[in-house]
């Protein structure tokens, strides 16, 4: 959804393990099952678990950067990683169904493009674009409020802050002065960068909304009363994240023969 800020190499080097660990695993069949290693490897959600709190204790910035790769990922093609960054982040859980296979082969820059909605987008946009994965208007506003955590270029996002009225003068001027290099990275939620709550939606109330895309979802339009509805219910934005989460995952998972467990991440076996 953004350019979130991430180490390249710590990410690179958590997923290989990652993958090395479930390939030892090995796999039964070829359906996704919350039990899929219950047998070859009965353990494996509380050592990935660990691992994953253990890489975002360390470093922060790592949850929203595995987050946006399972949304990259599922819409381009899945991954069950978020479950535990989100929980690790205090946010809502779900069931997680297990099993499934990473690509063959990369995806290229074009399907990245037509498939990954673009924080240029107007509501409209959004909605379509969600829409064609199967997504509704309200999956798509609650999916969005993932951006509670992470970080964004200042390129990405300037062209609303410098050009924008629906902002906030207060938010416009301290972020301008944040992007005196544009290189640098602000977070998308200015309330509670970290921490995995409903205040994205409250900072759109306020007209705090880093991209333009976010702002886009309470703008006059047809999705204003849903970010109304999530800011002042938290446990509603809650539940509704992680069925839209089950939802996501679910989305043409490649299983049994069709695909493979990489022991590097950057190619395929």
């Given at each position: 959804m953004a350019s979130f800020k991430s180490s390249s190499s710590s990410l690179t080097a958590f997923k290989f393990h990652l993958g090395l660990f479930l390939l030892l695993a090995g796999c039964a069949s070829a359906q996704l099952s919350t039990n899929f290693y219950g047998t070859s490897c009965p353990n494996v959600l509380s050592v990935i678990k660990s691992a994953v709190?253990?890489?975002?204790?360390?470093?922060?910035?790592?949850?929203?950067?595995l987050l946006r790769l399972h949304f990259h990922d599922c819409f381009v093609n899945a991954s069950y990683l978020p479950f535990f960054?989100?929980?690790?982040?205090?946010?809502?859980?779900?069931?997680?169904?297990?099993?499934?296979?990473?690509?063959?082969?990369?995806?290229?820059?074009?399907?990245?493009?037509?498939n990954v909605p673009s924080p240029a987008l107007n509501v409209s946009g959004l909605i379509s674009s969600f829409s064609n994965k199967g997504f509704t208007a309200k999956e798509m506003v609650a999916l969005s409020g993932s951006h509670t955590i992470g970080q964004a270029r200042c390129t990405t996002f300037l062209p609303r802050i410098n050009n924008e009225n629906n902002i906030d003068s207060s938010f416009k001027a301290s972020t301008q002065a944040q992007c005196q290099d544009t290189t640098s990275f602000v977070p998308l939620d200015v309330t509670s960068p970290t921490s995995f709550d409903n205040a994205y939606y409250r900072n759109l109330l306020n007209q705090k909304g880093l991209l333009h895309s976010d702002q886009q979802l309470f703008s006059g339009g047809s999705t204003d009363a849903q970010v109304r509805a999530y800011s002042s219910n938290q446990a509603s934005f809650r539940t509704d994240f992680a069925n839209a989460m089950i939802k996501m995952g679910n989305l043409s998972p490649l299983t049994g023969t069709n695909g493979q467990i990489r022991t590097n991440c950057r190619k395929a076996n």
């Open positions: 709190g253990s890489a975002v204790s360390n470093e922060a910035r790592m949850g929203a950067s960054i989100i929980t690790s982040l205090g946010g809502p859980s779900w069931q997680v169904r297990l099993g499934r296979r990473d690509s063959a082969t990369a995806g290229s820059v074009s399907d990245v493009n037509n």
